[in-house]
């Protein structure tokens, strides 16, 4: 197995989000999202996360409202 540390590459990464972005727009690179809705569903979206049970990134989208006090 072979890794590397991210950060060590930071001059990069204007470069490499301009490539991936491209290749995005393209259709090469695919994206996959896995979202839920509210507040209520984060502790589920965290367990998909942690079991492994997620299809790629996993967000939650919180309602923009103000907070009434």
């Given amino acids: ?3 590397f540390i ?4 930071v001059s990069e990464y204007p ?3 301009k490539d991936l972005y491209e290749l ?3 259709g ?3 994206i996959k999202i896995d ?6 569903e984060c502790p589920n ?8 049970k997620s299809m790629g990134k996993v967000m939650v989208k919180v ?6 006090l």
């Fill in 63 to 68: 309602n923009q409202e103000k907070a009434r």
């Fill in 45 to 52: 979206a965290l367990i998909k996360l942690l079991t492994g």
């Fill in 24 to 26: 995005i727009a393209q």
């Fill in 15 to 17: 470069k490499a989000y």
């Fill in 28 to 30: 090469k690179l695919k």
């Fill in 35 to 40: 979202m839920s809705q509210g507040l209520d």
């Fill in 1 to 3: 197995m072979k890794g």
């Fill in 6 to 9: 991210v950060f060590d590459y």
